[in-house]
C-alpha cells in the first residue's frame, strides 16, 4: 500500500474542498448570494471589459502644457521681482524649458541671484557672458512637481468618474505620464470624454474697464478673454490678478435663477468667502469675471458686497450644460489638460457572444482531452481527468478569491492548461510504465515514478512560469488576464496532477487490492 | 489497458539524421526570414495605430457601399471585411493625420455617417504613441523571456544546454513570426502573446529531454554521446508526443468552436507548438553533440552528480 502521510491526506482534501467552497459563488447570482449565510464566500470572478462590455480609456497628462504654464509664471515672476527693485533687462522671453534675459547692467548679477532665489528657490540661474541669464528649474523639483501633477490629475478623474455615477470604475495610473479609466458597462464614452477633456480652471478675477479690449492684444497685467453672449463672442480685459479660484469652493449644485433659467449655484469655504467678500467690499461698482478655463462665463457688476460667500452662475446654458458644469466645480480643476491617447469599447452584445463562444470552446477542448487520455492510459488517464477538473474548480476559485480579470485570451489560456496540465500525469505515467518495464513491483514502481518525474515536472513547469511572468510583466489587459489564468493553472496543476492523483490512486490500491496496474 | 501510441521499444536513430533534418530546418528558417525582411507584416492596430469598429447592422450589410461612404470621410486606406455573420462587419482605418486628436475626430465622423441603425460591438482608436509602446514591450517580453530560459536552463544545467536550447528557441520563434508574415496574418498582441506560448511551450520539451539526458549521463558513463542522446531522445518520445496531442487538441477545439477572435489567436499557437515540438526532438537534444560536451569540465560535473 502506498504510503501518505495522514497530515498530507487532510491537507489535500482540505484544499480541494475549500475550492470547491470558493469556487460555488460563481454558480448562484448575486441575489441568491445575499440570502446565503454571512460566512459563506461571495466573492465571484471578475470579467474584463471584453467580456462584460464597457469602455476602456487611456489618458496622458500633457505636461508640455504644464512647463508651457510654468515658464510663463517663472517669466511673470522675473518680471515683477526685477520691476520692484528697477534693475533694467531686455529680452525677458520663456523657452521651452527655460527663460532667458539680458540685464543692461552685468554688474546686477549677484543681486538679481539673491532677489530671485528668495522668491524661488528651486530656481537655477546660469550666467553667459554680457548679462545674459538663463533660468530653470532644478531636476529635483521638476520631477517632484510631475509627480504631484499626475497624482492630483488620478485623484481629479477620480472624483469626476464618481461624480457622473459611473458603477464600479477602474482607475490606474500607467507609466509615469498615463492614467488608465475602465468603466464596466459604458457604451458611449464620448461624454465622460468632454468631462475629462476640460481643465475646468475656475478663476474670479476682476474686469479692468479702462482698457479697449480687442482680440490679439497684448496688454500688461490684463488678458483678454472672450465671452459668449446671446450667440455673439464679445471680449473683455481682465486683471490677471486672481481674487479667488476654484479651490475654494466647497459646493456647487445645478439649479434655476429667478426668472427660471438653468443656473449653477455654488458656496465658497469660510477662507474664501472671508477674501470675496473683503474685496467685492472694495471694489463695489466694478465688474468681475467668472472665468472658466480662459473664457468667461459670465462678468457681472458688484452691486452690494457679498459676504456670505454664495453665488449663483447663470451664463445662458442649458440644463444639462448646467449640470456637467456644476459637477466639474465640485470636483475640481486638472493641473494639466488629458489627451485621450487609447479608446476601446466593447458592446455587451459580443461580451456576452465571447463569454458564450469561449466557454463553448473550452467545454469541447476539456472533453477531448479527457477522452483522449482516457484512451492513452484507461484508469490512470480516468484519475488524471480527475485532477483536470480539480485544477479547473481550484483555478475558479482562485480567479474568484484574488479578483483576478478573466478576459478573452483568459479563457483561452484555461483551455491551454487544460492541455498542459495533464503533462504532469504524462509524465509519471510514463515513468511508471519504464519502472514496470525495468522488473520493478507495483508499488515501488508507483513510487519511483512520482519521484523521478517530481524533478522534470518542477524544472518544465518553472521555465514555463518564467515565460508567462514575462508575459504579465510587459502585457497589458487582455494579455495579462492570459498570464494570470495560465500561471494559475500551471502552479495548482503541480498540486493536482502529483498530490491529488496519488492520494486517489493509494485510495484504490488499498480499495481493490489490484496485482497488477492497468496502465 | 491503455493505447500505446508510441511502442516503449521505439529507436529512432535521430542522431543519424540530424544533418538531413537541420538542412531542412534550416531552409524553413530561411523562408521565414526571407518573408520578414522584404514582405513584413501586416500590423494591426495595436502596433500600427488606427481605428477598429465591429459592426453589426441590421440586415446583410453592403459593404461596397459603405466602403465608398466612408473612404470618403478619412485619409488613408479603409479595409472592410464581413466579420463571422454577413451583418457583421469588420472596419479599418489606418492612422490618421493630427495625432491622437486627429485620430478621435475621424472615428466621431465614422459614428456620425453610421448613425444610430447599428450595434457597435467593438471600438477600438489607439494613438501613435501607444502603438510605439506595445511594440517595444512586446519585443521586451519575447527578448526577455528567451534571456530568462537561457539563464535559468543554465543555472539548473550546464551553459551548452543554455545555448542549445536558445538556438531551438529562437527557430521556433522564427516559424511563428513567419507565419504571420508569409501568410499576411493581422500582426497584433495577441501575436506576441502566440510567440511567448509558442517559447515556453518548447522549452517545455526541451528541458524534459534535457532531464533525461542528464539522468543518464549519471546512469551510462561509458555509453558514446550519440548513442546517449538518441536514448534520451525516444525514452520521452512517448511524452513528448502526448503531451503535444492534449495541448493540440485544446487548441484545436479553440480554433473550430471559440469564435473569430480566438480562432486568431489559436492558429499560430497551434503552428507554434508543432514547430517546438518538432525542433524540441530533432534539434534542442542532436544539437549537444556539436558543443564538445564529453571532454567539458561542465559535463564531468553533471554525469558525477
Redesign the interface.
Known amino acids: 500500500m502506498l504510503y501518505i502521510p495522514l497530515w498530507k491526506k487532510i491537507l489535500t482534501i482540505g484544499i480541494c474542498l475549500l475550492g470547491l467552497l470558493f469556487a460555488s459563488p460563481n454558480f448562484f447570482t448575486r441575489e441568491q448570494l445575499e440570502n446565503f449565510p454571512s460566512w459563506y464566500p461571495k466573492s465571484q470572478i471578475t470579467l474584463g471589459l471584453d467580456l462584460q462590455g464597457g469602455a476602456h480609456l487611456l489618458l496622458e497628462v500633457d505636461f508640455d502644457a504644464v512647463q508651457k504654464e510654468q515658464m510663463a509664471s517663472l517669466a511673470d515672476m522675473v518680471r515683477t521681482t526685477l520691476r520692484k527693485d528697477r534693475i533694467g533687462y531686455t529680452g525677458l522671453a520663456a523657452k521651452k524649458d527655460f527663460v532667458t534675459l539680458t540685464l543692461r547692467n552685468p554688474d546686477d548679477l549677484e543681486k538679481v541671484k539673491s532677489l530671485i532665489h528668495n522668491t524661488d528657490k528651486e530656481v537655477e540661474i546660469t550666467s553667459a557672458a554680457e548679462g545674459q541669464l538663463t533660468l530653470r528649474f532644478d531636476e529635483a523639483s521638476l520631477r517632484a512637481r510631475r509627480k504631484s501633477v499626475l497624482a492630483q490629475s488620478i485623484e481629479i478623474v477620480r472624483r469626476r468618474v464618481d461624480e457622473m455615477g459611473t458603477a464600479e470604475p477602474f482607475i490606474q495610473q500607467q507609466g509615469d505620464d498615463r492614467i488608465l479609466v475602465q468603466l464596466p458597462g459604458v457604451q458611449d464614452p464620448a461624454r465622460i470624454k468632454t468631462m475629462l477633456g476640460k481643465t475646468a480652471k475656475l478663476q474670479f478675477r476682476f474686469v479692468d474697464m479702462s482698457i479697449d479690449a480687442e482680440p490679439g492684444k497684448s496688454v500688461p497685467g490684463v488678458d483678454i478673454l472672450p465671452e459668449e453672449r446671446d450667440g455673439k463672442t464679445v471680449y473683455l480685459a481682465v486683471k490677471k490678478q486672481i481674487i479667488l479660484s476654484g479651490e475654494n469652493l466647497v459646493d456647487a449644485q445645478p439649479g434655476f435663477d429667478d426668472y427660471h433659467r438653468p443656473a449653477i449655484n455654488f458656496k465658497f469655504d469660510s477662507l474664501g468667502a472671508k477674501k470675496f467678500g473683503e474685496a467685492t467690499k472694495n471694489n463695489v461698482g466694478q465688474a468681475f469675471a467668472i472665468v472658466l478655463d480662459d473664457k468667461i462665463i459670465m462678468a457681472p457688476r458688484i452691486d452690494v458686497p457679498i459676504m456670505d460667500g454664495r453665488g449663483q452662475i447663470t451664463g445662458g446654458f442649458t440644463v444639462q450644460q448646467a449640470q456637467d458644469l456644476a459637477l466639474l466645480m465640485r470636483a475640481g480643476a486638472l493641473p494639466a489638460p488629458l489627451n485621450v491617447i487609447e479608446e476601446r469599447t466593447v458592446g455587451p452584445g459580443l461580451g456576452a457572444d465571447s463569454i458564450a463562444s469561449g466557454e463553448y470552446a473550452t467545454i469541447i477542448a476539456i472533453l477531448m482531452v479527457a477522452a483522449f487520455m482516457f484512451i492513452a492510459y484507461s484508469f490512470f488517464g480516468a484519475i488524471a481527468n480527475i485532477a483536470v477538473v480539480f485544477n479547473l474548480i481550484l483555478l475558479f476559485a482562485a480567479l474568484s478569491v484574488t479578483h483576478a480579470t478573466l478576459t478573452l485570451p483568459g479563457i483561452a489560456g484555461i483551455a491551454l492548461t487544460v492541455g498542459m496540465a495533464v503533462d504532469a500525469n504524462v509524465l509519471i505515467n510514463e515513468r511508471i510504465k519504464e519502472e514496470l518495464r525495468n522488473g520493478r513491483k507495483m508499488l515501488s514502481a508507483i513510487d519511483a515514478g512520482y519521484n523521478r518525474a517530481m524533478t522534470t515536472i518542477i524544472d518544465s513547469n518553472l521555465t514555463t512560469l518564467i515565460g508567462v511572468a514575462l508575459l504579465y510583466y510587459f502585457g497589458a489587459g487582455p494579455t495579462r488576464g492570459f498570464a494570470v489564468t495560465t500561471s494559475l493553472g500551471i502552479i495548482i496543476s503541480m498540486f493536482t496532477a502529483i498530490s491529488l492523483t496519488k492520494l486517489i490512486l493509494a485510495w484504490w490500491i488499498g480499495w481493490r487490492r489490484p496485482t497488477h496496474l492497468p496502465i | 489497458?491503455?493505447?500505446h501510441?508510441i511502442p516503449?521499444d521505439t529507436k529512432i536513430n535521430f542522431v543519424s539524421k540530424k544533418n538531413i533534418i537541420f538542412a531542412i530546418l534550416i531552409a524553413v528558417a530561411v523562408v521565414c526570414l526571407g518573408s520578414i525582411f522584404t514582405k513584413g507584416f501586416t500590423y494591426g492596430i495595436d502596433f500600427k495605430g488606427g481605428l477598429l469598429l465591429?459592426i453589426?447592422t441590421s440586415g446583410p450589410a453592403d459593404i461596397g457601399k459603405l466602403r465608398s461612404e466612408l473612404s470618403d470621410l478619412v485619409q488613408g486606406e479603409v479595409t472592410l471585411q464581413e466579420f463571422g455573420a454577413p451583418n457583421d462587419v469588420l472596419i479599418r482605418v489606418e492612422q490618421q493625420p493630427g495625432g491622437?486628436?486627429g485620430q478621435?475626430v475621424a472615428?466621431n465622423k465614422i459614428k456620425e455617417k453610421l448613425g444610430t441603425g447599428v450595434?457597435?460591438?467593438?471600438?477600438?482608436?489607439?494613438?501613435p504613441?501607444?502603438s510605439e509602446?506595445?511594440i517595444r514591450?512586446?519585443i521586451?517580453?519575447v527578448i526577455?523571456?528567451l534571456v530568462?530560459?537561457l539563464i535559468?536552463?543554465w543555472f539548473?544545467f550546464e551553459w551548452q544546454f543554455g545555448v542549445c536550447s536558445l538556438i531551438t528557441l529562437a527557430h521556433d520563434a522564427l516559424i511563428v513570426l513567419g507565419l504571420f508574415s508569409i501568410f499576411g496574418l493581422e500582426f497584433n498582441?495577441?501575436a506576441?502573446?502566440a510567440v511567448?506560448?509558442t517559447?515556453?511551450?518548447s522549452?517545455?520539451?526541451t528541458?524534459?529531454i534535457y532531464?533525461?539526458i542528464r539522468?543518464n549521463l549519471r546512469k551510462f558513463k561509458k555509453m558514446p554521446l550519440a548513442n546517449l542522446i538518441n536514448l534520451s531522445i525516444n525514452?520521452?518520445l512517448?511524452?513528448t508526443i502526448?503531451?503535444s496531442?492534449?495541448?493540440?487538441?485544446?487548441?484545436?477545439?479553440?480554433y473550430?468552436?471559440?469564435?473569430p477572435?480566438?480562432a486568431a489567436?489559436?492558429l499560430p499557437?497551434i503552428v507554434g507548438i508543432l514547430a517546438g515540438t518538432v525542433s524540441s526532438i530533432t534539434v534542442s537534444a542532436p544539437l549537444l553533440l556539436h558543443m564538445h560536451l564529453r571532454d567539458d569540465n561542465g559535463l564531468e560535473k553533471l554525469s558525477k552528480g
Open positions: 489497458m491503455g493505447l501510441i516503449y465591429e453589426r491622437d486628436a478621435l472615428l450595434e457597435y460591438r467593438k471600438v477600438e482608436s489607439v494613438g504613441k501607444v509602446d506595445l514591450n512586446g521586451y517580453a526577455g523571456a530568462a530560459m535559468y536552463i539548473r498582441e495577441n506576441i502573446i511567448l506560448i517559447v515556453t511551450y522549452i517545455n520539451d528541458v524534459v532531464d533525461r539522468e525514452e520521452t512517448s511524452r502526448l503531451t496531442t492534449t495541448t493540440l487538441l485544446s487548441l484545436l477545439g479553440l473550430f468552436f471559440g469564435g477572435v480566438i489567436f489559436s499557437i
